[in-house]
């Protein structure tokens, strides 16, 4: 099946430790995003990247590092510098940046949760 | 600027009845529009999309929406609700190209459908 995965579905981990979320998509998608979302709020964007090795800021990158070393692979890094992590985060990809024809795909999400 | 408001963060129908979610839009810029699904805990799915062609887009599951340009709206309508549409609603727009939202997507705040029997 094709898709986006992310894994794992549930993170708990202690306030100060780094975490690392995993994003794999087999859609052949050149671009990914990863995005946050807040209880009654709609998506912020954290990171996108339009090929490999080349990824922009979004509106809310402070406290988070992204990779994008192959293709269908972008994990995003929480940092114990982002003041509030817990949080769902949904990753996602389109054919090429998001335009008038490039929707983009979503995973299925993973809820971190900072003790 | 691009921007996007859902104008009821929440939308109570009963089972069979119709269902109308609201979406105004703010774009210098031709845009593209979407509306998306969310299920609890769950990712995103699109619906359906606008992209400068016909103005009534039809899309998964029944729904569809108008692009009405005089009223910058795009609202997401269904005539008969299931208690499956339960879920929560985003009305996106594109950023405009040259801008400094350059392929990125605008979310709205969100529309919570609640489906009664």
């Known amino acids: 099946d094709g898709g986006i995965t992310q894994s794992p579905k549930y993170l708990f981990r202690k306030e100060g430790q780094n975490v690392t979320l995993s994003c794999e998509q087999n859609?052949?998608?050149?671009?990914m995003y990863w995005y946050r979302q807040d209880p009654g709020q709609g998506l912020r964007l954290i990171y996108y990247?339009?090929?490999?090795?080349?990824?922009q800021k979004g509106d809310i990158a402070e406290g988070y590092s992204v990779s994008r070393e192959k293709k269908e692979s972008f994990p995003l890094t929480v940092t114990s510098a982002q003041k509030n992590p817990t949080a769902f985060y949904l990753c996602?990809?389109?054919?090429?940046?998001?335009?008038?024809?490039?929707?983009?795909?979503f995973g299925p999400g993973t809820r971190l949760t900072v003790l | 600027a691009q921007s996007v408001t859902q104008l009821d963060s929440h939308v109570s129908v009963s089972e069979g009845t119709p269902v109308l979610l609201r979406c105004n839009y703010s774009s210098s810029y031709s845009p593209s529009l979407f509306w998306y699904v969310q299920h609890p805990n769950k990712g995103l799915q699109l619906l359906l999309k606008y992209t400068s062609a016909a103005t009534l887009v039809k899309g998964i599951n029944g729904f569809e929406a108008e692009f009405k340009k005089s009223e910058t709206s795009f609202h997401l309508t269904k005539p008969s609700a299931h208690m499956s549409d339960a879920a929560e609603y985003f009305c996106?727009?594109?950023?405009?190209?040259?801008?400094?939202?350059?392929?990125?997507?605008?979310f709205g705040q969100g529309t919570t459908l609640q489906v009664k029997p």
């Open positions: 996602a990809s389109s054919i090429a940046l998001a335009g008038a024809y490039n929707e983009q795909f």
């Open positions: 990247s339009q090929i490999v090795n080349d990824f």
């Open positions: 859609l052949n998608h050149d671009a």
């Open positions: 996106v727009v594109t950023g405009g190209y040259g801008s400094s939202n350059t392929g990125k997507l605008i």
